[in-house]
């Protein structure tokens, strides 16, 4: 079974630019999670799929971050635009029962220069 | 809100040595999920064990166990003959049993195994 892949593994981007992280899950898992960890703090959650429709939102920092899961299939997660404080990884996680047989992604780091 | 403490950023074993990494949380829950997760220098993260709060014992996966104290709110794990493999961040992490089912993370231990 393959896994949960996420790409770019890396990224480097000046501040006010544009950036599209993708995750494609697990095939046949309902649940999408994206988290992030700044340097040195705790991988946060930003928010959940189910499908294709947004279920929790409530840890996505403000309105340059922008989340879609089209088809209930692969997801992108935008930032724009970019800031420095932005910087940091971006893991995607993938489920079908939500808590169990949860697989996380390699993850995207993310430099905001 | 919950939290999920872990008070060792870093730590070092040596090969075939045993060593405990310690986790404290804050709840008002009575039904949740406890975890550790390895995560090696490739960055993808791997589950080393559960432990669901309902249950009195200890999980246990090989080379790897959990103390957990639900009064005291602590959840450590000990690895036993640790191998260079062993070498990665390890992030302790809660889920509440009903809603999004979403992590807790704490900030991490690095781990490394010495040779």
């Known amino acids: 079974e393959a896994g949960v892949t996420q790409f770019p593994s890396h990224s480097v981007i000046e501040k006010g630019q544009t950036v599209t992280l993708r995750c494609d899950p697990i095939s046949g898992h309902d649940n999408l999670y994206w988290y992030r960890r700044v340097m040195g703090k705790e991988i946060k959650f930003l928010l959940h799929?189910?499908?294709?429709?947004?279920?929790?939102e409530s840890g996505m920092p403000n309105n340059r971050f922008l989340a879609e899961r089209t088809g209930g299939t692969y997801s992108t997660l935008k930032v724009q635009p970019a800031e420095l404080e932005d910087s940091g990884v971006y893991f995607c996680?993938?489920?079908?029962?939500?808590?169990?047989?949860?697989?996380f992604g390699s993850g995207t780091r993310l430099t905001v220069v | 809100a919950q939290t999920v403490t872990q008070s060792q950023p870093e730590m070092s074993v040596q090969e075939a040595e045993t060593v405990t990494l310690s986790c404290t949380y804050d709840?008002?829950?009575?039904?949740?999920?406890l975890f550790w997760y390895k995560q090696p220098p490739s960055r993808q993260m791997i589950l080393v064990i559960r432990q669901e709060a309902y249950k009195q014992q200890n999980a246990t996966e090989n080379r790897f166990s959990v103390n957990f104290q639900k009064a005291a709110k602590s959840f450590s794990l000990k690895i036993s003959d640790s191998q260079l493999g062993d070498t990665a961040m390890y992030f302790c992490a809660f889920m509440k049993h009903s809603g999004t089912y979403k992590y807790i993370f704490g900030t991490g231990t690095r781990l490394k195994v010495l040779a």
């Open positions: 709840t008002s829950e009575s039904n949740y999920y």
């Open positions: 996680a993938s489920s079908q029962d939500r808590v169990y047989g949860y697989t």
């Open positions: 799929f189910v499908k294709e429709s947004k279920q929790d």
